[in-house]
């Protein structure tokens, strides 16, 4: 298919235009006219760029792009490696940061439910992001955090009673840790997200809600994953998910 062919798509699959980001979504980085190849992961790394430049891809599809926000604009160190790598092979970049957490389908907190068997029920918080629902046959907070590690591979930091029981849970993916007071006025039992800040712990232990820090990384791989696949399911493309370690 012609890239803007699958820019058109993407944009409007994810509904782009509706969210307030801090990054471009969308193509970042124009390449080849033609895609028949696509590789996807979490974060355009160079690690993640040779390997899709190994794999042949005409497009990379990724979670977290470039040109964030406050950043250095300027093209140099770091930047200029990759963005070298991309231009010089004539690959495509797209990265989906919030629209990809959100999407109802394919999304990542969407994603990490299936992964984790959590119950859905509505979203809440700064442009809906974050997700919530209620156990049918509530686990403890211990038997949800075996579960996370079992299912994720990577042990999450748990503040909270272990023996507690989670009726009611709320999760957003990635850095979400200011979420816990917009979770905490939802009434929720527990609250999933990637990542944990040291004011976080305070306001975990003095509200009553379980905070349970799974992995930046590791909540954020099903929903790009999910994306190529759906593409090349759409649109008979070739699709590899890579996995770059990230211990964070």
Known sequence: MQRIELETYLNQYL??????????????VEGRPEVRIIVTGVTASRDLVEAAIARGADALLVHHGYFWRGEDPRVTGTKRARLGLLLASNLNLFAFHLPLDAHREIGNNAQLARELELPFAGTFGEQELGAHGEFAIPPTVAELAERISTRLQRAPQVIGDPEMRVRRIAWCTGAAQSFLEDAVRLGVDAFVSGEISEQTVHLARE????????????????????????????????????DIPNPV
Not at 15 to 28: K, T
Request: glycine residues 10%; contains cysteine; positive net charge.
């Open 15 to 28: 509904e782009v235009a509706r969210f307030r980001d801090y990054c471009p979504n969308g193509l970042q």
């Open 207 to 242: 509200s009553g809600v379980a905070y349970i820090a799974a992995g930046h990384h590791a909540t954020e791989r099903y929903g790009i994953r999910a994306l190529g696949a759906h593409l090349a399911a759409r649109f008979n493309l070739e699709h590899h998910f890579i």
